[in-house]
Structures are given as structure tokens and as C-alpha cells.
């Protein structure tokens, strides 16, 4: 029985010398591979984002304002414009007619209003010339009142012309497309010889776009609208360019919201800034507003941070051991978190191993 016992007692010696070393290597090995980081500085950049297209606002889509032969088309798609360039003509001979005739009214009633306002003058001398004959003056006052009368409808219809030249000339106008701004030809619906009839003037005969303008517009969560202003920076995203990124300001916050899948939004929109080469209307977007921002400053990862807002720590490793310490927490991007007291840049903080996310910030569960 003794026997046994010291055979038994050997036993667990010569474990306990074996499994021992073993732990303490473990310890000792867990306690030098402990995930850490570096205190460092750098810029944090509070931002709310944007989901949306780009979009170019300065479209136009153009017809004819009167039915006829399509005679030029003087433009191809993807041709560059300018303002008042003209597109594409109708032959309107009645339409010409009737500017010519116009002019030719307008040129008579100015030649009548000169004769009215020769007459009138007449009138006026020769009543002037008998002021010393009673009889006679009163004779003359009624032609000067005639003279003025005839002077005054002469005016009038001449009015009369000048307002039917306009009429003409605007009809005639509307027999030709102009282009109201420079910018791209996209389309082209007509060709010379096709008849425009009047069910046909509601349909585009020329599409043109300004390229020189773009903007983002989206929608911005009802939950991060309220931090949203007219003329915050953004950063534009393109899914089609992911290597580009674009600079923009917002322009445009609704007033109203709208519903999307359950979801109240806002609209919101964003010009963009600096050349649009590469880009096309219509390419998804995000934009990534920026909100606030905090430049070289002391900046640690979100997930090192424990306790609570009220009460924020981190664990730092100084001399091999680990330390608790209370620290002042600034700005956050969702990442990364401005450290305003307890810590000193190239310090280094001790990250939990295990995590669960607590009142805003990681908490070690070992």
C-alpha cells in the first residue's frame, strides 16, 4: 500500500513538471501576443452619406412649333453646339410670305404715320399764322383736331403692323430648331424629306445636354438629415470610376420627405466640382458629406475603447504589464476615435481579444 502511494505521488511530480512549463509558456505567450495598437495622429472625418445618380440639370428637348418638310438637318448625333446654332429647318414658304408681308405693312403705316404727322404740322402753322382772325382760327383749330385725330390712328396702325411682323417672324421661328445653350447633340429624331405633321410636334425632333454641369442627386436618411447644410464639401464615389473621386458641395436639402421601402428620405443634391470628363448622366453614385472634421490629431480605433460614453478607458501597455486608464474622448468617424486627454501619441493600447459592443464601445469579455 505505501508502495502504491509513492508510486502514485512520483506520478503527479513528474506531471506537474511536464504540464506546468507548458502553462506558464502558454501564459507567458499569451501575454506577449496580446493585439495591441499605436497611439498616432491623424484626421478624423465625421460624414453622412448620400446614395444617388449623377445628373446632367441643362436638357433640352426640342420640336417644331409649326408643321411642315424637314429640308436641313444641319447636326449629327454627338455633335458639339453652341448657342443659337441652328439644328434643322422646315420649308415654310407661307411662313416667309407672310414675314414679307408683314414688313411691307410695316413699311406703309410708317410712311402713313410721316404723312399724318406732316398734316398735323401744316394744321398747326396755319393756325398759328391766323391768330389775329377770329373766324379763320376756329376754322383751322378743327383741322388742327383732325390732323392729330388722323396722327394718332396712323401711330396706332402702325402698332398694329409691327406686332404682326413680330407674329410672323415668331411663326417662322418656329419652322427652325435653335440651340438655347451650347452642349451635346444625344439625339436626333427627324431626317430631311420627313413631313412634321401636328400630331408629330409633340414628339422631340433634337435632344441636347450640357456636360459642363453635373450633379449628384439622392437621398439622405431622416435620421442624418438634421446634421445636413447647404454647402457642406462631399466626396462623390462612382461605382463606374471606383479609383476616381470627385469633389462637390450640397445645394439642395428637401423640405419634404419621401418613402422608400418604409424609409423616410430626403432629397438632396450635390454640384460637382472640377472637370466632367469620363462622366455620363445617370452613373450611381455615393457621396460621403462631409459633416465635420478633425485634422492631426491623437487618434486611437474605436474598438480599444471600454466602459462607457459617460466614462471611457482603454488598457495600456506600459513595461510589458497593462494598465487601466480613463480618457477624454473628441470626434468619431465609425472607425477611429479623436483622443482628447489620457493618452500621448505612440503610447500603446492593449485591443480586447473577444468583443461585444456595449453602449457605443468594445468591451473584453475574457
Known sequence: ?????????AICVVCAGVVLPIVLTRSRSSETTLPTAVVTRGDIVKTVLVDGNLEMPNKAYLSFGVTGTVTEVLVARGQNVTKGQILARLDAPSLNSSVRAAELQVKIAREQVNAAQAQYEVALINWRAAAANTTLKKVYEQQVSQA????????????VAELNLQTAKLNLEKATIVAPFGGVVIDIAISKGKEITTAALATPAASIVDPSTIEMRGFVDE????????????????????????KGNV?????????????????????????????????????????????????????????????????????????????????????NTEVVLGLDEGETIVLPTTKTQTGGFFTDMD
Do not use: H
Not at 500500500?1 to 508510486?7: F, N, V
Not at 446634421?227 to 470610376?241: P, Y
Not at 420627405?257 to 453614385?285: C, K, P
Open 148 to 159: 392729330e385725330a388722323n396722327l394718332e390712328a396712323a401711330k396706332l396702325s402702325l402698332k
Open 1 to 9: 500500500m505505501k508502495r502504491k502511494l509513492a508510486l502514485i505521488i
Open 223 to 246: 435620421i442624418d438629415v438634421a446634421l445636413v447644410r447647404i454647402g457642406q464639401e462631399a466626396n462623390i464615389l462612382l461605382d463606374a470610376l471606383p479609383d476616381r473621386e470627385i
Open 251 to 335: 445645394t439642395f436639402v428637401s423640405l419634404v420627405g419621401t418613402v422608400r421601402a418604409g424609409i423616410v428620405s430626403y432629397a438632396t443634391t450635390i454640384t460637382l466640382a472640377g472637370t466632367s470628363e469620363g462622366l455620363r448622366d445617370g452613373m450611381t453614385a455615393t457621396a460621403e458629406v462631409i459633416i465635420e472634421r478633425r485634422d492631426n490629431v491623437l487618434v486611437i480605433p474605436n474598438r480599444a475603447i471600454r466602459g462607457s460614453l459617460d466614462n471611457p478607458k482603454v488598457w495600456v501597455l506600459v513595461n510589458g504589464k497593462t494598465e487601466e486608464r480613463e480618457i477624454a474622448l473628441g470626434l468619431s468617424d465609425g472607425r
